[in-house]
């Protein structure tokens, strides 16, 4: 049986599941809260604990927030600052994650095949049916999203970091402090206006709010989205872990696998 070690990284903690071919957990998650500063080698030495606590298993699916390209951390939100989410960001932790090839990084420490993709992109394989243009967004400590078409991811667009109104970024405007600043009733209307400012872009055919914020959203603001808005459970950041597989060109990471195997005068280090 193929077991797949799935790690979900948010900006308040790490949280690590065993699943099945089925996508089904095996055993219970593990979870840590996190502690900033956050340096690669930091993260790394969390999934390496809960790798142990959960047992064998035979790839690694990991999901963390920010731009990431072929598992390349082209830029990360939350783990270059000094102190957490919307604190100063620390120069020596922006360039330890700048260009960061975590991927690679998992594959050389547990010796599995390893993919890495935004958390959202993890998120959305666990619900999206496959057909259509399909937009999944999450709802946490910012903005999170995933556009797939025909099941098929499409590259990443960091929507949470474009400018909205106000002089505010989609993050700023219905992130996680706004909400607590806010009150749930008048982040939800945030959240529904947010929504219409999407559509045009977009166009989806179903569009999915997941994350750990969606259960927040008021009913009165549920009832007014149209029904091709599906809300998911948050739970999908786990199950995805393996469906995620079938949604990228497996050849093309195997093949990036030998290349890497083939390069032994690049060395990786992660600095505090």
Not at 76 to 84: E, Q, S
Not at 130 to 140: D, N, R, S, W
Not at 186 to 211: E, H
Request: include cysteine; glycine fraction near 10%; proline fraction near 6%.
């Amino acid at each position: 049986m193929l077991r797949t070690l799935a790690v979900d990284c948010g900006g308040g903690g790490i949280k690590s599941s065993l699943l099945d071919e089925g996508g089904f957990p095996i055993g219970s998650p593990c979870r840590t809260a996190l502690r900033y500063p956050l340096s690669p080698s930091d993260l790394l030495a969390i999934v390496e604990s809960h790798a142990r606590k959960l047992g064998s298993f035979d790839r690694i699916t990991l999901g963390m927030p920010g731009m990431i390209r072929r598992g390349i951390v082209v830029f990360t939100p939350h783990y270059i600052r000094k102190a957490g989410p919307h604190t100063k960001v620390s120069p020596e932790l922006a360039e330890a994650w700048d260009h960061l090839d975590i991927q690679r990084a998992l594959r050389e420490r547990f010796g599995v095949p390893s993919l890495v993709l935004n958390d959202a992109e993890v998120a959305a394989a666990g619900v999206v049916s496959g057909t259509g243009i399909e937009l999944v967004i999450t709802l946490g400590t910012g903005l999170g999203n995933a556009l797939l078409d025909q099941g098929r991811l499409t590259p990443h667009l960091e929507v949470s970091h474009a400018p909205l109104r106000w002089g505010l970024t989609y993050d700023d405007f219905i992130g996680e402090a706004e909400r607590i600043r806010l009150g749930d009733s008048a982040w939800s209307r945030r959240v529904a206006k947010v929504i219409d400012t999407l559509w045009p872009v977009f166009r989806w055919d179903r569009l999915y709010v997941g994350g750990g914020n969606a259960a927040r959203i008021k009913p009165f603001v549920r009832e007014k989205l149209d029904s091709n808005v599906i809300f998911i459970p948050n739970a999908a950041g786990m199950n995805g872990g393996v469906r995620a597989w079938s949604m990228i060109n497996e050849d093309a990471v195997r093949s990036r696998e030998v290349e890497d195997d083939h390069s032994s005068e690049i060395q990786w280090d992660f600095p505090d």
